[in-house]
């Protein structure tokens, strides 16, 4: 499970044979960008003054960050929004949290704070009603991050030069249902964590962004067999996660579930996938996740793609 390139095209190689002097200026071109890319990725965390993760880090309560929260005045296109944020100077992805059936702002307010002070800009959100279904929950993740990169790009407000243009997106029940819509439809979000997700319709095949779901062994409204496992079976395409954890359908909730090791997956996730810190990825794919997945009193099921 690592950062991958997002393009499609790759051009026909060169011929060492007649053009050897011309292949090796192109190699050498590569090795110097690769070093660049390798760079760029690097400078980002670094700048943001996040220091590298540990377990004892990701699984407190708080990260290295301090924070501060805006109202949005005038929301457009959703319900209500809180912007949770780093007070540090520096540009940040920004992440949209969309609540499940009935749910408001609470659901997923213990994220908000967390992922904010390790290098977010959260947009924590209600919906036009309670009872929006998964498509236009979906939608309005769209419109929410339309909204916040708007913001970071107007002047005078507390959000001005925070969001550096990458978005993702975790929603709860309906709300996950919504994260997988975004992720299908705006290719703008480039990484998703539908938690309990519920959407009795959906079809995710062409979903290609880096998706971690988040289900709960007894959920009675959403169990993963229903929903979450077959989409994730039909995204050949995409780099995947999938951890069950027990509890029903509220474990992903404020209040429910093991917030310290979820707060870590999703946390690792983002910051692997929107910021590539290759630092994140070993809580996810390697020797510093195993404990966690070999934990049968936290874990009841682990998938992913890792490589």
């Known amino acids: ?145 339309t909204q916040l990169l708007a913001l970071g790009k107007a002047p005078r407000n507390p959000l001005s030069g925070k969001l550096n243009g990458t978005l993702g997106a975790a929603g709860h029940s309906m709300g996950g249902g919504g994260v997988m819509a975004a992720l299908r439809d705006d290719p703008r979000f480039r990484a998703g964590v539908p938690t309990a997700p519920y959407h009795p319709n959906g079809n995710f095949s062409s979903v290609t962004e880096p998706t971690f779901f988040l289900t709960c062994q007894s959920d009675p409204v959403a169990h993963g067999d229903t929903f979450a496992v077959p989409w994730y079976t039909s995204m050949s395409r995409a780099e995947k996660l999938y951890i069950e954890v027990p509890g029903d359908h509220l474990c992903p909730m404020t209040g429910y579930g093991d917030k310290a090791k979820q707060g870590k997956w999703i946390v690792s996730f983002f910051s692997l996938w929107l910021r590539a810190d290759t630092r994140f990825g070993p809580f996810l794919c390697g020797p510093a996740r195993d404990a966690d997945k070999n934990d049968t009193a936290l874990v009841t099921r682990w998938m992913d793609t890792c490589r």
């Open 1 to 145: 499970m690592r950062p991958r390139s997002r393009s499609t095209r790759t051009s026909a190689p060169l011929s060492t044979r007649s053009r050897p002097l011309t292949a090796l200026i192109a190699l050498a071109t590569s090795i110097g960008l690769a070093l660049t890319l390798l760079t760029a990725t690097a400078a980002p965390a670094t700048a943001a003054g996040i220091p590298g993760p540990t377990t004892a880090s990701l699984e407190a309560a708080a990260g290295p960050l301090t924070t501060a929260t805006y109202t949005v005045p005038r929301p457009s296109g959703y319900g209500s929004g809180t912007v949770t944020y780093p007070t540090a100077r520096g540009s940040y992805p920004g992440v949209v949290l969309m609540p499940g059936y009935q749910g408001t702002q609470e659901n997923l307010k213990w994220l908000a704070p967390r992922l904010a002070s390790w290098g977010f800009v959260v947009i924590n959100v209600g919906t036009k009603t309670l009872t929006d279904d998964p498509e236009s929950r979906g939608r309005q993740i769209s419109a929410a991050g």
